[in-house]
């Protein structure tokens, strides 16, 4: 059976001192958790995106937790190293402990101007090197939704985003289904409609790419009063949490009530 991905994107908030304060309260709930049930049967993995300065400082934190607290970076450049000023490379992360990165987030490609090209080039570098799974987001703005034309548009991010692996196999992928016009707003999708969309891009996936494990999670104003209703879909395997994930004690209810 899949886990069950819950992960909390940070961001750029939190240093070293904020990362140790949120940590005492979130494994303290977590280790009341434990002695009610083995973190084996929670069928779920936590996944931490902290800014690049605080990568060690939560590795550190966690590395007890490994089995089920995964650590990603919020990016990557696709260069192996040179003179690319202001950018992190796969083996940096990786020296950091991280085992995923998130790729193509809306707020890269919409404030920075990057691509679906760049994004498919970062991918791509990504499974050339190994150890990492990427955490791919997609997602379409207001204006396309309002026109019902999501479905072409994620195709195409999809197709570009995921070029280098056509006709090879892979062994793990995320993909993050992130409608632009829910993140930070407050207003997450229905959850019908987003059932349909990640039945969609699942289908999409399966028919043109060979993917081991694969999972499609949804991010866009996901909080303790949505959570459930998202998750009891059968096609949305997990979600990518924002603003509801920097409380420490709403990121554990979150995780709780995915999780149960
Ligand atoms: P949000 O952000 O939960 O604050 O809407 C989600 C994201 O950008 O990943």
Same mark, same amino acid.
């Given at each position: 059976?899949?886990?069950?991905?819950?992960?909390?994107?940070?961001?750029?908030?939190?240093?070293? @001192?904020?990362?140790?304060?949120?940590?005492?309260?979130?494994?303290?709930?977590?280790?009341?958790?434990?002695?009610?049930?083995?973190?084996?049967?929670?069928?779920? @993995?936590?996944?931490?995106?902290?800014?690049?300065?605080? %990568?060690?400082?939560?590795?550190?934190?966690?590395?007890?937790?490994?089995?089920?607290?995964?650590?990603?970076?919020?990016?990557?450049?696709?260069?192996?190293?040179?003179? /690319?000023?202001?950018?992190?490379?796969?083996?940096?992360?990786?020296?950091?402990?991280?085992?995923?990165?998130?790729?193509?987030?809306?707020?890269?490609?919409?404030?920075? +101007? @990057?691509?679906?090209?760049?994004?498919?080039?970062?991918?791509?570098?990504?499974?050339?090197?190994?150890?990492?799974?990427?955490?791919?987001?997609?997602?379409?703005?207001?204006?396309?939704?309002?026109?019902?034309?999501?479905?072409?548009?994620?195709?195409?991010?999809?197709?570009?985003? %995921?070029?280098?692996?056509?006709?090879?196999? *892979?062994?793990?992928?995320? #993909?993050? /289904?992130?409608? *632009?016009?829910?993140?930070?707003?407050?207003?997450?999708? +229905?959850?019908?409609?987003?059932?349909?969309?990640?039945?969609?891009?699942?289908? /999409?996936?399966?028919?043109?790419?060979?993917?081991?494990?694969?999972?499609?999670? /949804?991010?866009?104003? #996901?909080?303790?009063?949505?959570?459930? @209703? %998202?998750?009891?879909?059968?096609?949305?395997?997990?979600?990518?949490?924002?603003?509801?994930?920097?409380?420490?004690?709403?990121?554990?209810?979150?995780?709780? %009530?995915?999780?149960?």
């Amino acid at each position: 059976m899949k886990k069950k991905i819950i992960a909390a994107n940070f961001k750029m908030n939190k240093t070293d @001192e904020d990362i140790k304060k949120y940590f005492a309260v979130f494994l303290d709930r977590i280790n009341g958790l434990k002695n009610k049930t083995s973190f084996n049967d929670l069928d779920a @993995e936590l996944i931490f995106a902290p800014p690049f300065t605080a %990568l060690r400082e939560t590795h550190k934190i966690i590395e007890p937790y490994l089995d089920f607290m995964k650590l990603s970076s919020q990016n990557i450049y696709f260069e192996k190293s040179g003179a /690319y000023t202001g950018e992190i490379s796969i083996d940096m992360i990786k020296s950091c402990g991280c085992t995923y990165a998130i790729i193509g987030h809306s707020e890269r490609r919409n404030i920075f +101007k @990057e691509s679906d090209e760049l994004t498919g080039k970062k991918i791509e570098a990504i499974y050339n090197d190994g150890g990492i799974t990427p955490i791919l987001c997609i997602g379409e703005n207001l204006e396309i939704r309002r026109q019902n034309g999501q479905e072409k548009f994620v195709e195409r991010q999809l197709a570009v985003g %995921l070029n280098c692996i056509k006709g090879r196999n *892979v062994s793990s992928l995320i #993909v993050a /289904y992130e409608p *632009v016009w829910a993140i930070g707003t407050g207003i997450p999708i +229905k959850a019908d409609d987003g059932e349909a969309m990640h039945k969609f891009i699942s289908g /999409y996936i399966t028919s043109n790419f060979s993917i081991g494990e694969f999972r499609v999670i /949804y991010g866009g104003s #996901v909080t303790e009063a949505n959570i459930k @209703e %998202l998750m009891d879909n059968p096609h949305i395997d997990g979600v990518l949490v924002g603003g509801a994930s920097l409380d420490p004690q709403s990121f554990y209810n979150i995780f709780k %009530l995915a999780a149960a």
